[in-house]
Each structure stands twice: as C-alpha cells, then as structure tokens.
C-alpha cells in the first residue's frame, strides 16, 4: 500500500468513522503521522471570534482550510478516545501577513493611511478587538529573498530596502502589543510594549533571520523553481494554440527537462489556465503585448505568491505545536482567489522527518483522467521520469539556475510577438 493509495481513501473520506477506518487499516504506515483533515459532518473547531473573522464580508482574512470542520488523527489521540471516551486536543494557530499588509499596518500605527480600501480598515478593526496569535514567517522569508538574499547579508541603515524591513517589523510589535480592552471601549492605543521593547524584539527577529540563512536555503530553492515554472506556463499559453490537454503535456516535458520538480497543485491551476485563461486571474498579471519592464522581479512576486500554501505547509510540519492551523492576511483579491483553486481539504505529516502532504478535495488522479490524460499523469509518476527529474533539479542547484535568465528572455520574446 503506497502512501498515494492512502491519500486517495482519505480524499474520499466523508465520515469522521471513514478517516479512522483508514487510520487503522494503514496504521502500519501510518503510526508515526499526523493527520488534520477537514470533514464537513463535524462541528467547527475555530473559537467565535476567530471564525466571525474570517466568515466576516469584505475582510482579508483567510484560512489554509477552507473550513474550522476539522478533526486532528495520529495514534496518541486513538487511544486516548478509547480510554476515556474524550480527547483533549491541543492545537494552535497563527496569521501570518503578506508584505503589503505589514505596510499597510506600518501606516495605521504612523496615522499614515491616505487610502480607501474598506476591507483594510474593517479587518484591522477586527483584529485589534481580539489577541490574535501573528506570525512574520512569510514575511520575513519573502523580503529575505528581495533585500539580503541578493545582495549584502549584513543589515544596514542605508539602505532603502533594509529600513522598510524594520519599520515595518517595529510597527507590527507595536500592533501586536495593542490593548484590545481599551480598544473595544473607545478605539484608544495603548501600548503594552515600550518603544524599547519593540526595538530589541525588531533586532533579534532580524538577528535571526540573518543566522538561519541557511534553514532557508531549501524554501529559496523551490521559490526559484516556481519561478522556472511559471515562466514555462506563460511560454506555451502563448507561444502554442494548442488544446489545454497538449499544453499540459508540453508543459510535462518543461519540467522534466528544465524545473526537476513536479508541483502538483499548480499543474492542476495551469490546466485550468489552459482552458480558460480568465479562469486563474493571478496569471493574467502576465500578457502579450505592452511593456515588460520588471518582468522578472514581477514573475517572482507573483511566485511568492504560489509558494503561500507551501510555506503554511512547512510550518505545520514543523511540530512546534502538537497542531498547527495557519491564516495569512492579504488585500490581493487574486490571491485569495489563487488560494481557493486547490482546496485543501487535509493534511498528512510525519512526526519528525519532515515529510507532508497536502490532500486536496478533488482527487487529482481522477482530475487528469477526465481530462484525457491519465497515462500521461501515470508516466509521470514512473521511477525513470522521477530520476530525470532528479538530474534536472541537481543541475539547476549546481548551476544557481541560471536557466532562468534563458527562459525569461524566451518569455520576452514571445510576449512581444504579435
């Protein structure tokens, strides 16, 4: 039994008595795994005012899960359901925030926001009436990425970039420290951290973002070939006129040849870009004519964005909680809507080697198969097309992906074209 075979009966899985079921009949794969899986005949585990949050109209707040319908498996919580009928769970939980609303709550603390974005005000509003749990790590490996990453690893006050990056830190101190009983009373600030205070905390999560360079080295890998991979998307959408079903195996080929990494959400996004453009509205930030000034610092922003979920993933797999639920906050209407094109509907990792996956409510062997292209997705999956892959993904690392500047400059070209 293949750890495929499994996610598949769990995908299927409608009944908190299915998933057991599942649990015990593979519980010798399964005895050193978690499991969070979302089961809609459950009651919500999200407290009130978490929920009303993220249920709220016009907000920004999102959930990995698409529902609080959640029930959380590994062989300690079985057994102690046998014994007492009860289990106690402890989970946790965290928000994290895209680079735009670190900015966005760096102008609300600094009296600075001149702009109307409703849904900005309402969901800083909510938060400040609750003690949400906040967590910078997408933050902090995004502007990684941007501002040390490519340069300097040292920080210093003059540079642009490096200011932002702690201003915008120091603000969110500040936010967090905000007192939500004073708030709910008359909308005052008060502070429960010293402007001191916040400073120290600002320099060490810089400190320590510097330090660890190298815990990041495998997250910035797959940044770049996200990057890889969605220039290969953009190429054969616009350079072939072919049906979405040959662009996908065009775009089997790219990988195997050029990327050396399978990600299977976004091949099931692609083909439903491939069908219909206006469908995935991230990837029409990218088009034929105009002018590409930017391009790549654009491609690979718009690859952050892609790379969310797998940060949220990295996280939960972590196991600095016994259950991790993650949330981030973001304005970008695209991404909320990127977001909801692979439904997660669970979770399955081990204990401690840092292995996960994501199982998605739609069966993606059974997507590709009504597509027409079971066998292609079959060969895919072979020993000899995963050693290919393999040799690609090595060489791109040896080679610092140079092959990026090629593709993009293929991408170019074919974007000017008429």
Not at 79 to 98: F, H
Not at 305 to 319: K, L, S, V, W
Not at 342 to 366: A, R
């Amino acid at each position: 039994m293949s750890i495929g075979e499994i996610l598949y009966e769990l995908t299927e899985a409608k009944e908190p008595f299915e998933v057991l079921d599942v649990w015990t009949n593979y519980n010798h794969i399964l005895k050193d795994f978690k499991l969070i899986i979302n089961i809609e005949k459950y009651n919500n585990i999200f407290p009130s005012n978490l929920l009303n949050s993220i249920e709220a109209e016009d907000t920004d707040l999102t959930s990995y899960f698409p529902t609080g319908n959640l029930i959380f498996v590994d062989n300690a919580n079985i057994e102690q359901m046998i014994l007492n009928d009860t289990v106690d769970i402890k989970w946790d939980y965290s928000i994290m925030l895209d680079t735009n609303y670190t900015s966005y709550i760096d102008k609300f603390i600094n009296n600075e926001m001149n702009f109307n974005l409703e849904s900005v005000y309402k969901t800083l509003d909510i938060l400040l009436q609750e003690n949400f749990n906040y967590d910078y790590t997408f933050y902090l490996i995004e502007n990684y990425a941007n501002i040390f990453d490519s340069g300097s690893k040292l920080y210093s006050i003059k540079n642009d970039g490096h200011i932002a990056l702690y201003k915008n830190l120091f603000s969110l101190e500040k936010f967090k420290s905000i007192d939500s009983t004073y708030y709910k009373k008359d909308k005052s600030f008060i502070y429960q951290l010293e402007e001191s205070e916040a400073h120290l905390k600002t320099s060490a999560l810089i400190t320590n973002l510097l330090e660890n360079e190298n815990s990041l080295e495998s997250i910035l890998e797959t940044h770049k070939a996200m990057t890889l991979f969605l220039i290969g998307v953009w190429k054969i959408q616009f350079e072939s006129k072919a049906n979405a079903k040959n662009k996908i195996k065009k775009l089997m080929d790219y990988v195997t040849k050029k990327v050396g990494i399978y990600f299977e959400r976004e091949f099931m996004i692609a083909f439903k870009y491939f069908e219909k453009n206006n469908s995935v509205s991230m990837l029409n930030k990218i088009n034929k004519g105009g002018k590409h000034n930017g391009l790549l610092d654009k491609i690979e922003n718009i690859a952050w964005d892609f790379m969310i979920p797998r940060i949220m993933e990295i996280h939960m797999a972590n196991g600095k909680s016994n259950y991790f639920i993650p949330f981030i906050l973001s304005h970008d209407k695209k991404l909320k809507e990127l977001l909801q094109q692979f439904k997660v509907k669970g979770f399955l990792y081990h204990k401690s080697n840092f292995e996960f996956y994501p199982i998605s409510f739609i069966n993606t062997t059974e997507f590709f198969e009504e597509k027409g292209l079971l066998n292609e997705i079959m060969d895919f999956g072979i020993l000899e097309a995963q050693k290919e892959r393999r040799e690609t993904i090595e060489r791109n690392r040896k080679e610092r992906f140079q092959n990026i500047e090629i593709e993009l400059k293929s991408l170019e070209n074919i974007l000017k074209s008429s």
